[in-house]
């Protein structure tokens, strides 16, 4: 099959119209699974700017079409300049469809760009990434090393840094984003057929129904504050601090610029403890100035600095608080990360998706009763019982040869 090659177009596609891209993704729609990916700006604003879309059609050609014909690029800075509308909908209608299969590589910044552009996330979704992790390629893999260590694919990435919001891109510009979902393909059946030799197809559905959760990307405002580090924060002070993050949140939306540029992290919390309720107060936080005091938005910041004093005792956030760890852990916990590692090593699946370093902290704390991910499905089967033997004393770790092995008690 062609797909088991992976090849540059010779006469790549560049799509800067709805018509062209209508009749794109009517054919797109035919095929089993479509590779995505985007390249964006976001260095000053708060939504992605779109710049360019890339899409690689899986299958083979049909009758009459070549290679070249089932990649391209959609432009929608094509029309930009000449006040032209591009309309994506085409686009979108192929990202809704249920019976294609959309094929990302870390695939959470594209999704939010998708679920912008069309109040929706796409679906369904396959990401290559947290796929290697299942099949022992390590930790978060970049894109380049997948690539090499699946297919021997030497990618160019010079242009990694290029403003992709300047026409006309150049030649290397739409080689560079082409290769993202060219070489991808192949990479992608190889992982198919690792996951399916595995048995392990249905180990990553969950990560995938967890990269679906619309609430990822759609953030209620009143959350934001979660974000923020406020280390020792009173009830009555994180309660303040949750009214002037949902405003700042409010700012950035309505003037689409980034939260450091609407008012940084340090001045609210220095709001939240002083708790001004006049300009001459808004206007002595390091931060702030008597210029923006006195504007509009120092009245804002007042409102919201108000608003939080005035939310009832017992509808303050509480601070984040770890459960209470029982003394004495610290040596099962750490002969809990050895078997991690020997698990990991055996079953050849990234330490990351098994358990983190406060899973196995409850672990080794409450046993079975451990609130973790690391106790369900596949990865109990992987890890969770194992564990739970060693923590109960049933199960020990011993040198076998130059390797370490479980033997029970």
Same mark, same amino acid.
């Given at each position: 099959?062609?797909?088991?090659?992976?090849?540059?177009?010779?006469?790549?596609?560049?799509?800067?119209?709805?018509?062209?891209?209508?009749? +794109?993704?009517?054919?797109?729609?035919?095929?089993?699974?479509?590779?995505?990916?985007?390249?964006?700006?976001?260095? *000053? *604003?708060?939504? $992605?700017?779109?710049?360019?879309? &890339?899409?690689?059609?899986?299958?083979?050609? /049909?009758?009459?079409?070549?290679?070249?014909?089932?990649?391209?690029?959609?432009? $929608?800075?094509?029309?930009?300049?000449?006040?032209?509308?591009?309309?994506? *909908?085409?686009?979108?209608?192929?990202?809704? !469809?249920?019976?294609?299969?959309?094929?990302?590589?870390?695939?959470?910044?594209?999704?939010?760009?998708? +679920?912008?552009?069309?109040?929706?996330? $796409?679906?369904?979704?396959?990401?290559?990434?947290?796929?290697?992790?299942?099949?022992?390629?390590?930790?978060?893999?970049?894109?380049?090393?997948?690539?090499?260590?699946? *297919?021997?694919?030497?990618?160019?990435?010079?242009?990694? +840094?290029? !403003?992709?919001?300047?026409?006309?891109?150049?030649?290397? &510009?739409?080689?560079?984003?082409?290769?993202?979902?060219?070489?991808?393909?192949?990479?992608?059946?190889?992982?198919?057929?690792?996951?399916?030799?595995?048995?392990?197809? !249905?180990?990553?559905?969950?990560?995938?129904?967890?990269?679906?959760?619309?609430?990822?990307?759609?953030?209620?405002?009143?959350?934001?504050?979660?974000?923020?580090?406020?280390?020792?924060?009173?009830?009555?002070? /994180?309660?303040?601090?949750?009214?002037?993050?949902?405003?700042?949140?409010?700012? #950035?939306?309505?003037?689409?610029?980034?939260?450091?540029?609407?008012?940084?992290?340090?001045?609210?919390?220095?709001?939240?403890?002083?708790? $001004?309720?006049?300009?001459?107060?808004?206007?002595? =936080?390091?931060?702030?100035?008597?210029?923006?005091?006195?504007?509009?938005?120092?009245?804002?910041?007042?409102?919201?600095?108000?608003?939080?004093?005035?939310?009832?005792?017992? !509808? #303050?956030? &509480?601070?984040?608080?770890?459960?209470?760890?029982?003394?004495? =852990?610290?040596?099962?916990?750490?002969?809990?990360?050895?078997?991690?590692? =020997?698990?990991?090593?055996?079953?050849?699946?990234?330490?990351?998706?098994i358990a983190s370093s406060d899973d196995i902290d409850q672990i080794a704390a409450f046993g079975e009763k451990?609130?973790?991910?690391?106790?369900?499905?596949?990865?109990?089967?992987?890890?969770?019982?194992?564990?739970?033997?060693?923590?109960?004393?049933? #199960?020990?770790?011993?040198?076998?040869?130059?390797?370490?092995?479980? +033997?029970?008690?």
């Amino acid at each position: 099959m062609s797909e088991n090659i992976g090849r540059l177009p010779e006469n790549p596609t560049v799509i800067t119209d709805s018509t062209t891209l209508q009749t +794109f993704c009517t054919r797109a729609a035919q095929a089993p699974y479509v590779i995505i990916d985007t390249e964006f700006m976001r260095e *000053t *604003t708060y939504w $992605p700017i779109l710049c360019l879309v &890339q899409i690689a059609i899986g299958g083979d050609p /049909l009758d009459g079409e070549s290679e070249d014909d089932l990649s391209a690029i959609v432009d $929608p800075m094509a029309g930009v300049s000449s006040g032209r509308e591009f309309d994506l *909908t085409a686009l979108y209608d192929l990202m809704a !469809d249920e019976s294609v299969l959309k094929v990302f590589h870390a695939a959470r910044q594209d999704l939010e760009i998708f +679920f912008k552009g069309m109040g929706r996330l $796409p679906h369904p979704v396959f990401d290559t990434q947290v796929a290697a992790m299942v099949c022992g390629f390590g930790d978060s893999v970049g894109f380049e090393n997948l690539l090499t260590r699946l *297919t021997g694919a030497k990618v160019d990435k010079g242009a990694r +840094f290029t !403003d992709w919001s300047i026409r006309p891109l150049n030649r290397r &510009q739409i080689d560079y984003a082409l290769a993202d979902v060219v070489f991808l393909k192949p990479a992608y059946l190889k992982l198919c057929k690792l996951l399916e030799d595995g048995g392990r197809s !249905d180990w990553i559905d969950g990560e995938m129904q967890t990269l679906l959760d619309e609430r990822i990307y759609d953030v209620d405002p009143m959350l934001v504050f979660k974000r923020i580090k406020a280390r020792n924060a009173k009830p009555r002070t /994180l309660a303040v601090l949750r009214e002037l993050a949902a405003w700042r949140e409010g700012q #950035c939306k309505k003037r689409n610029l980034t939260r450091n540029r609407i008012l940084r992290d340090e001045a609210l919390l220095e709001i939240a403890h002083h708790t $001004p309720r006049d300009v001459a107060g808004v206007a002595r =936080i390091r931060g702030m100035g008597r210029r923006m005091a006195e504007g509009s938005a120092g009245q804002e910041i007042i409102q919201a600095v108000k608003r939080g004093l005035d939310v009832a005792a017992k !509808d #303050c956030p &509480q601070p984040n608080s770890k459960p209470v760890l029982p003394r004495g =852990i610290g040596p099962t916990a750490d002969l809990l990360k050895v078997l991690l590692k =020997i698990k990991c090593e055996e079953f050849n699946v990234a330490q990351k998706l098994i358990a983190s370093s406060d899973d196995i902290d409850q672990i080794a704390a409450f046993g079975e009763k451990a609130e973790v991910r690391a106790l369900n499905n596949w990865r109990y089967d992987v890890f969770g019982r194992d564990a739970l033997l060693i923590r109960d004393g049933k #199960c020990g770790i011993a040198m076998k040869g130059k390797s370490l092995a479980l +033997f029970e008690l």
